[in-house]
């Protein structure tokens, strides 16, 4: 299985808006509203941020939200704040019952 | 609330075996899939494969026929064995608890840095 195909590197200035796709196929993001994202901070586990394609865990700020059209997800992150300086990660359930992460996206606040 | 926690050992020899164990405090094993991810230096995360709490596993299917994760519910516990390692190996090794349906991993361990080396 190929992992989700992401844009390596997105940056917006402090204030605006960014958005990052997830790309997958049938069998994975495009079959299933199962795709979840995650952000890594340098040498910090991943933290959950979004589920099933456009839930919020609790604690997690309204500025991020997830969306889905057909086979690409998407995380759009609004008020670009300097803590959100990450690399970004999705991942689907596939049809094989497997998970797949996709390749990450630097995200810089310029 | 719930606290996952990897160990073993930071060092393997190539053609050994890897074997890390996850212990889950401040909640049951019951009722989730155990996941366990990797991230080699400087690359993204890869997932490996999971243990459902009643015993049923899957696997990532380019690591299958190296890979086991089994869970010791009376230990609130769940292991990884990887074995005939190489280089290509290391990485931060992550435990997590997946939700079931609509599956994610909503709690991580902070992981473990593993080496294969001679």
């Known amino acids: 299985q190929s992992a989700l195909t992401q844009p390596a590197s997105v940056s917006g200035s402090p204030g605006q808006s960014i958005t990052i796709s997830c790309t997958g196929t049938s069998s994975d993001v495009g079959g299933y509203n199962y795709v979840s994202w995650y952000q890594q901070h340098p040498g910090e586990a991943p933290k959950l941020m979004i589920f099933e394609v456009s839930n919020r865990p609790s604690g997690v700020s309204n500025r991020f939200s997830g969306s889905k059209s057909g086979n690409t997800a998407s995380l759009t992150i609004s008020g670009l704040q300097a803590e959100d300086e990450a690399d970004y990660y999705c991942?689907?359930?596939?049809?094989?019952?497997?998970?797949?992460f996709g390749g990450g996206t630097k995200l810089t606040v310029l | 609330q719930v606290h996952l926690q990897e160990s073993g050992p930071g060092l393997v020899k190539p053609s050994e075996t890897l074997s890390l164990t996850c212990t889950v405090s401040?909640?049951?094993?019951?009722?989730?899939?155990w996941s366990w991810i990797r991230q080699p230096p400087g690359q993204g995360l890869e997932w490996i494969g999971y243990?459902?709490?009643?015993?049923?596993?899957n696997y990532n299917p380019s690591l299958r026929s190296r890979v086991t994760i089994s869970v010791d519910t009376s230990k609130n516990q769940f292991s990884l064995k990887l074995i005939s390692v190489t280089a290509a190996d290391t990485a931060v090794y992550y435990c997590?608890?997946?939700?079931?349906?609509?599956?994610?991993?909503?709690?991580w361990g902070k992981g473990t840095t593993v080496t294969v080396s001679s």
């Open positions: 991942t689907s359930y596939t049809s094989s019952s497997t998970r797949l």
């Open positions: 243990s459902h709490y009643s015993g049923s596993t």
């Open positions: 401040g909640g049951s094993i019951s009722g989730y899939f």
């Open positions: 997590a608890r997946e939700v079931p349906t609509p599956y994610y991993m909503d709690i």
